[in-house]
């Protein structure tokens, strides 16, 4: 079975644009998971999408929004970009994210350097 | 409000030897996740524990979960390099759609 994908694994970009990442979870997933990972910050949780819709959301600013669709792959997107975005953004799949023991599986990441 | 600690955030030590990561969080949780993450890599999942005086092996490693001390620990038997990783420790609840994560403890083993 593939893994988690993510596109594309390395972005720069400059301040005040905005950028779309994408993941694919592994087939038969239905929820989707997205993290912002930073030296400084750690491991943090921007938002979950199950059969489409935002079941959760971190404590991030209304730049950062996300998508899923009824294939369950997902986006998100961040526009205005600051350079404290700078980061790796992580993709996780699990098959419900509701059950006790869900176990997620992550991709490879996005890291996004903002100039 | 949940919060995950982990200690130490940094470890250095030599092949052969035991040691523990020690995780704690700060409300009641179903769910204990260990997750392993080498540089410049995604993460990797080890274990999940979910009740209290749950243990899992595997390995080198084991894994194990006090709910009523809101506490898990790694164990690390007989450490040898390849085991040189950043470890994370992840918690949530079954009624919230998030886990929430300790800082990690970077671990590196030397030859």
């Known amino acids: 079975k593939a893994g988690v994908t993510q596109t594309p694994r390395y972005l720069i970009k400059t301040r005040g644009q905005q950028v779309t990442l994408s993941c694919s979870p592994i087939?038969?997933?239905?929820?989707v998971s997205w993290y912002q990972q930073t030296p400084g910050q750690g491991l943090q949780f921007l938002f979950e999408?199950?059969?489409?819709?935002?079941?959760n959301k971190g404590n991030f600013p209304g730049r950062f929004s996300g998508r899923q669709f009824s294939n369950s792959r997902s986006e998100m997107n961040v526009s205005t970009l600051e350079l404290g975005d700078s980061a790796l953004y992580l993709c996780?799949?699990?098959?419900?994210?509701?059950?006790?023991?869900?176990?997620?599986?992550f991709g490879p990441g996005t890291r996004l350097l903002v100039l | 409000e949940l919060k995950v600690e982990q200690n130490p955030l940094f470890l250095s030590m030599q092949e052969g030897k035991n040691y523990t990561i020690y995780c704690n969080y700060s409300?009641?949780?179903?769910?204990l996740y260990w997750y392993r993450q080498d540089p410049g890599k995604s993460l990797e999942s080890l274990f999940v524990?979910?009740?209290n005086g749950a243990v899992k092996q595997e390995g080198r490693l084991m894994a194990s979960l006090d709910t009523k001390a809101r506490l898990s620990t790694l164990h690390i038997t007989a450490a040898v390099h390849d085991l040189s990783a950043t470890y994370f420790c992840a918690v949530g609840t079954a009624s919230n759609y998030q886990l929430i994560w300790g800082a990690g403890t970077k671990l590196i083993i030397k030859p």
């Open positions: 409300t009641t949780s179903d769910r």
């Open positions: 996780a799949s699990s098959v419900a994210h509701r059950g006790i023991g869900e176990t997620q599986y």
């Open positions: 999408y199950f059969s489409e819709t935002q079941r």
């Open positions: 087939s038969g997933h239905r929820s």
């Open positions: 524990l979910l009740s």
